[in-house]
């Protein structure tokens, strides 16, 4: 039987934990491996306008571990008890100033799973209203509305990078054409 066989915790911080996991291999063998756990997180497409091209809302937002700016979409962390669809209603609002008539869930995706436990839950949000953001003191972020045929380009041209971000906007791209 493969799984688990023991653990321990060698570092728990703010926002991930890591353990060194004893495991039993599907070959039987066994072996350690060190583990990030991270409670999951949601993230979210903002779709500004409808039409041929619809405009979606990019954030470009300051990321330390990427040394400089990254193209992404407002997403967080999933607060303890809260549900994927209210993480990110509460992310894009937060990020962004907008609130959603409507989200729906695209899918959900694991990050790395070679080191990783984390999930994120990808949406399309639609019907959107503008109100205020509530930014961490640590988001540095501007606004950047484009066509989602620009952000697909700009997947294609290498100016997005962000793995989520490159998922969600695909599958959008993908049922945008289906129509």
Do not use: W
């Not at 999933?78 to 992310?91: F, M, Q, T, V, W």
């Not at 990020?95 to 436990?117: N, V, W």
């Not at 109100?131 to 950047?144: N, P």
């Amino acid at each position: 039987m493969t799984g688990k066989i023991s653990s321990r915790k060698v570092y728990d911080g703010r926002i991930i934990s890591v353990d060194v996991d004893t495991v039993r291999f599907p070959d039987g063998s066994v072996g350690e491996l060190e583990m990030v756990r991270h409670p999951g997180a949601s993230a979210v497409v903002p779709v500004l306008k409808g039409g041929r091209d619809p405009q979606v809302l990019l954030i470009k937002q300051y990321r330390y571990a990427a040394n400089g700016f990254v193209y992404e979409i407002p997403a967080g962390r999933l607060d303890p008890g809260e549900s994927p669809e209210k993480c990110a209603a509460r992310e894009l609002q937060e990020e962004t100033g907008y609130t959603a008539k409507r989200l729906r869930q695209l899918t959900t995706i694991y990050t790395t799973p070679g080191f990783t436990d984390e999930r994120i839950h990808l949406f399309i949000a639609d019907g959107l209203s503008k109100g205020q953001s509530e930014r961490e003191r640590d988001e540095f972020l501007e606004l950047f509305p484009v066509a989602l045929s620009k952000a697909v380009g700009m997947i294609r041209s290498g100016q997005i990078v962000d793995g989520k971000t490159v998922i969600a906007l695909l599958l959008t791209f993908l049922e945008h054409t289906r129509q």
